[in-house]
DNA sequence: ATACCCGGGACATAAAACGTCCTACAATGG
DNA sequence: CCATTGTAGGACGTTTTATGTCCCGGGTAT
C-alpha cells in the first residue's frame, strides 16, 4: 500500500508536491463552504493565479463546481477527499516528521524513509537509496566529497550510478584510519563511490595505533598534506552517526578509553568525535583529516543513520549543531523526537 | 491497493500518463540493453526532443546511465522496473482492453472503468461517473443533447454537476414514450441532467401504447415538431444499452411481439431499436425522435452500459456501427472481446 | 443603495518545452 | 585501417505553457 507510493515517488518525484497540492485544495474548500479564488489563495500562501491553474484543473475533473458566488466542491471531489483520506496520512506521516526534525534542529533539508533498519535489511538498504539520491541533490560539478565509512555508507556506495554531475567530482575519506575493518573504511568507501560514479578518489593511508613521533612525521608528509587540505576544503560531506559504545568496541579502543567515555557519558560518534547526550565533545581518535571546526565552512554536511537503537546518538550529534540534511529512517525519527 | 490508484487518476490523470510514459521508456531501454535516443524515439513514437527530456530527467534520478555508446538501464532502474510490474498493470491493464474495444469497433474512445455492475452497486455508481465525465469532454457550448432513460443514464445524471461549458446546452429525450416507469425515463433524465448542469430542456410528451390515428395526429403537432427537429438536430447522442429480452419484458412489449423478436434473434436494444448478434435492426419501438439514420449526422454517439451480463448486447450495438464512444465496466468490456 | 467579493477575461512576461541541427566520439563491419 | 553508422550532448531559435497583474460585470450581504 505504501510502497505503490515509495515507487511511484522514485519515478515522479514530484508527484508528492502535486497531490498534497491540490489535495489541500480540495481540504480547504470543503471546509470553508462556498469561497473565492483570492481568500482561498491567500489562506492556502498560493498566488492568485497559480491557484487558479489548480481550481481550473480541478473544475475540469468535475471535482470542484463555481459560481458567481464563489467555488465549492462537488459531490465526486467530497467522496475523493474521503477516500483520499488514509492516503494522505500514509504519505504525509513521514513529512510532518520530517518537519518537525528539521524545525527542532534547524536543519535545511531531513529524508526519512519508512521502516526500521535495525530489523529490516530493506529499510537499511532504502536508506543507502536516500543518501545516494540526497548525495546526488546536493552535488554540483568538480565538488570534493568527504565520507566517512561504516556499513551505511557503503550501502550509498552502493546505491550511486553513473552520473555525469559527479564526473568531475573528488571523492576522499573524512577522516584517516579509524580502526574500522577494511571493507567498511572511509578510504574503501570513497573508492567505490568514485568508481561508481566515474569521479575520482585521494585516499589517506593513516595505519591504526601509531606511535606518536611516527604519527608526527607521517603528517608531515607532503602527499599526506595534499590529500588533507583537499580534505578540509570540501565542500560536501557525508557521514555515518554511530553509537558510541558499540564504535569504541568496533574499533577496539582500549579499556581505559572506554571507561573514560563512559564516565563522560559518551553517546554517540560521528567523524571520529564522541559526543554526549548534549552535543559536547566528550573524546576525539588521533588521526588526520577533517576537524570539527571545518565543518563550519564546509556547505553542505549529509548525515545518514537508522535504525531504532541509534536515534538517541543521531539526536546528540543533532544537538552539536553542525549537520544540514538528515537522511534516517522512521523508527530512528521517532526516537531523535523524544529528545528534542 | 487498486483504490489507490483510482485516486490518482481522479486527482492526477495526467500524472498517470507521465507514469506510463516514463515506465515504458525505461522497459524499452530494459529490453533493449543499449539503445541510443534516436533509436528509441522512433520505436516509442515519440520526437526525439521529447524523449530526450524524459531521458535527462530519469538519468537524474539514477534510473538509467549513459555513456557515449548509448543509453542502459542502471540497477536501481531495472529494480524499479520490477517494482513496477504490478502497479502498472494494475492501473493500466484496462487501458489495454480499451484501446483493443476501440479498434475492433472503431470507436474514438471507450473508457472502462473496474469491476462489474451487475454484482457491485460501487462499479454501477463508477461507471455513471464516468459517463459524466466522458459528456463532460465532449460538449461544448450551446450544445444539443439527446439522451435515453434507463438506470445507467439514471446514474450519468446523477453524476453531473454545475458547469458553465454546459450552461447554454439543451438537453432532450432522445425517443418519446419507450413504456419505461417515469423515474427511468428518457424526458426524466433529460431534465435531471438539465437541473444538474444548469442547462435547458425540452421534452416530448408521447403517451405509450398510442393508436395509430392518435399518434398521426400527435406528430403533426406544431409543439412536438419542434422538439422533435431539436432532437433530429442533436449534436451529441448519450444512451444506453440493454439486452433485448430484459428490455421488452420491462417495457411490457406483448407477447407476439416478443416471440417475434426472439424468432429473429434480438440480443440488443439501443435507443428503442432491437439489434441481433450481427448489429442488424430487427424491429423498432414505435414512438417519435431520434432515427437511427439520424445517428450518422450526430457528431458524437456515446453508449453508456456495463454488467458481465450486457456484454454480448454491447457488441451486438457496436457492431452497427453508429458508436464514437463506449463507457462500459471490466466484466462486459471482456464479455465484449468474446465477441470480436 | 452601496460596498464588497466573486469568477473569468485579457495581456505582457517569464519560463519551460520543443524542434532542429551540429559536433565529437565510439563501435562495427568490411 | 578506414568508412559508415549510431551515439550523447551542445546550441539556438521558436513555440507553448505558466505566471503575475489588472480589470470588469455580476451577484450578495449589509
Keep these: 500500500m505504501r510502497e505503490i507510493l515509495d515507487i511511484q515517488k522514485q519515478l515522479m518525484p ?13 481540504q480547504h ?12 489563495a491567500s489562506s492556502l500562501d498560493m498566488t492568485e493565479r497559480v491557484l ?53 534542529f534547524h536543519l535545511t533539508n531531513v529524508i526519512i524513509v519508512p521502516g526500521d533498519s535495525d530489523t529490516s535489511i530493506f529499510t537499511k ?12 541533490k546536493y552535488v554540483s ?17 552502493n546505491n550511486l550510478a553513473i552520473s555525469s554531475s559527479m564526473k568531475g567530482s ?16 572511509a578510504n574503501t568507501i570513497a573508492s567505490i563511490m568514485a568508481k561508481k560514479t566515474g569521479g575520482k578518489y585521494r585516499l589517506l593511508h593513516v595505519p591504526d595505533h601509531l606511535g606518536e613521533e611516527a604519527y608526527q612525521s607521517l603528517i608531515q608528509d607532503p602527499q599526506i598534506q595534499e590529500v588533507v587540505n583537499a580534505v578540509r576544503s570540501c565542500r560536501i560531506v557525508v557521514h555515518g552517526i554511530g ?4 564504535m569504541a568496541r568496533r574499533r577496539k579502543v582500549d579499556s581505559e578509553t572506554t571507561s573514560s567515555l563512559r ?20 573524546h576525539k581518535m588521533p588521526t588526520v583529516g577533517l576537524r570539527l571546526e571545518d565543518l563550519q565552512r564546509v556547505e553542505v554536511v549529509i548525515g545518514v543513520a537508522g535504525g531504532k537503537s541509534k536515534g538517541e546518538a543521531i539526536a546528540s550529534v543533532l544537538r552539536h549543531g553542525q549537520e544540514d540534511v538528515l537522511v534516517t529512517d522512521e523508527a530512528a525519527a521517532l526516537e531523535i523526537m523524544k529528545h528534542v
Tied chains: 1, 2.
Design 243 to 246: 553509537d558510541a559504545m558499540v
Design 125 to 136: 538498504k532504502e536508506l543507502g537509496r536516500a543518501g545516494a539520491a540526497a548525495l546526488r
Design 14 to 26: 514530484d508527484l508528492m508536491d502535486i497531490m498534497k497540492k491540490r489535495y489541500s485544495i480540495l
Design 170 to 185: 573528488w571523492f576522499v575519506p573524512a577522516r584517516g584510519g579509524l580502526g574500522e575493518s577494511v571493507d567498511m573504511q
Design 52 to 104: 487558479r491553474g489548480e481550481v481550473d484543473f480541478l473544475k475540469e475533473l468535475g471535482l470542484l463546481e463555481s459560481d458567481a458566488s464563489g467555488m465549492k466542491i462537488s459531490e465526486s471531489g467530497r467522496q475523493l477527499l474521503e477516500d483520499m483520506q488514509p492516503i494522505i496520512k500514509m504519505a504525509f506521516g513521514l513529512t510532518d516528521l520530517e518537519d518537525s526534525i528539521a524545525k527542532a
Design 141 to 157: 560539478k568538480d565538488d570534493i566529497i568527504a565520507v566517512t565509512g561504516g556499513s551505511t555508507m557503503a550501502q550509498i556506495a
Design 263 to 282: 564516565g563522560d557519558g559518551a553517546l554517540a560518534e560521528a567523524l571520529g568525535y564522541y559526543f554526549d547526550r548534549q552535543g559536547n565533545v566528550v
Design 29 to 40: 474548500i470543503l471546509v470553508s463552504g462556498v469561497v473565492g479564488r483570492r481568500t482561498l
